[in-house]
């Protein structure tokens, strides 16, 4: 199965600051079959990016989702403090659709 | 707005078998062409895909756990239930149901999700 490797393991900033979370995977993943979510504690985990760069219904264009084969981004502008939460990627290239750890994003 | 509700005892013990209810509301599990999904994350590691169903029953599990994993669907109360025989500490996870508009392959990307049911496996 593919394994995905989230960096950095947990991400400092403040509101108004550039996010940047990297997802890694073992091998390419086809078609860019990549999502992204949200999980905030006590939650539900949210959809945000599907097919490597396409926003989730309801999702704000400061989530952003970027890269192809081994290697994707998400990226969000001007953070919010709901924003503050882990963040997953996912691959459903190849079966069985598997996760990565996660990117905990905290406040500065 | 589609809405999934996980419930289920919380402790169960080792060797016996684990069983969740995925409660939909907010519109009919027949409507669309759709997969009903469970996952799980143990406490401190990542996100497991553990299997799906659709409402004509049709399922695909999880290569890992697909020996011990049984997805099953009742559409006339909106739910769809796992069972996971002969647990051990190692199933101790929260729990989510999730939906998805894959092929009948294999799932793609999940949403909506529910809260999480936490299982811990425990005498």
């Known amino acids: 199965e593919i394994v995905l490797a989230q960096s950095p393991g947990t991400l400092s900033l403040s509101p108004g600051e550039r996010a940047t979370l990297s997802c890694r995977a073992s091998?390419?993943?086809?078609?860019?079959?990549f999502a992204w979510y949200r999980h905030k504690p006590g939650q539900a985990p949210r959809l945000l990016i599907y097919?490597?760069?396409s926003r989730a219904t309801g999702i704000p264009d400061r989530f952003s989702g970027s890269g192809s084969g081994t290697d994707f981004t998400l990226t969000i502008n001007r953070l919010e403090p709901e924003d503050f939460a882990v963040y997953y990627c996912q691959q459903y290239g190849y079966s069985p659709v598997t996760f990565g750890q996660g990117t905990k994003l905290e406040i500065k | 707005q589609v809405q999934l509700q996980e419930s289920g005892p919380g402790l169960v013990k080792p060797s016996q078998t684990l069983s969740l209810t995925c409660t939909v509301s907010?519109?009919?599990?027949?409507?669309?062409?759709?997969?009903w999904n469970w996952i799980r994350q143990p406490a401190g590691k990542g996100l497991e895909w553990i299997g799906r169903i659709d409402t004509s029953g049709s399922t695909n599990y999880n290569p890992s756990l697909k020996s011990r994993i049984t997805i099953s669907v009742d559409t006339s109360k909106n739910q769809f239930s796992l069972k996971l025989s002969s647990v051990t500490a190692a199933d101790t996870a929260m729990y989510y149901c999730?939906?998805?508009?894959?092929?009948?392959?294999?799932?793609?990307?999940?949403?909506?999700w529910g809260q999480g049911t936490l299982v811990t496996v425990s005498s």
């Open positions: 999730a939906r998805d508009n894959g092929g009948s392959w294999s799932p793609v990307y999940f949403d909506p």
């Open positions: 091998q390419s993943v086809s078609s860019n079959y």
């Open positions: 907010g519109g009919s599990m027949s409507s669309g062409t759709y997969y």
């Open positions: 097919a490597a760069s």
